[in-house]
């Protein structure tokens, strides 16, 4: 089973920041994207961020010049760097992953929460 872990959220002031990460784990052959994406209360998921395997690229019109995606293909693992925060950002962030496997899909990690708050 692919397993998707994902780790640092927490609390931060208004223009802090912090890095996500989430490794995927299990029986994978290869993934060809990983993003993050968020959901605050009462509002539905949005993207925030992917990357392809080749390193491209997309992101949140609303996070463009304070978020920066990353990975690592050997060790399977997506990073999100965040800076300047706002109040706005505060949201549950969820991994996402397509994994090519025996049972090829995509897979989500279970959310970490992000608030940002003084």
């Known amino acids: 089973q692919v397993q998707l872990v994902e780790s640092g959220g927490g609390l931060v002031q208004p223009g802090g920041s912090l890095r996500l990460s989430c490794a995927a784990s299990?029986?994978?052959?290869?993934?060809?994207?990983m993003g993050w994406y968020r959901q605050a209360p009462g509002k539905q998921r949005e993207l925030v961020a992917l990357?392809?395997?080749?390193?491209?690229?997309t992101y949140a019109d609303s996070v463009k010049g304070r978020f920066t995606i990353s990975r690592d293909n050997a060790k399977n693992t997506v990073y999100l760097q965040m800076n300047s925060l706002e109040p706005e950002d505060t949201a549950v962030y969820y991994c996402?992953?397509?994994?090519?496997?025996?049972?090829?899909?995509?897979?989500w990690g279970q959310g970490t929460q992000v608030t940002i708050s003084s």
């Open positions: 990357i392809t395997s080749g390193g491209s690229t």
């Open positions: 299990g029986s994978i052959f290869s993934i060809t994207v």
């Open positions: 996402n992953a397509r994994v090519v496997t025996i049972t090829p899909g995509n897979y």
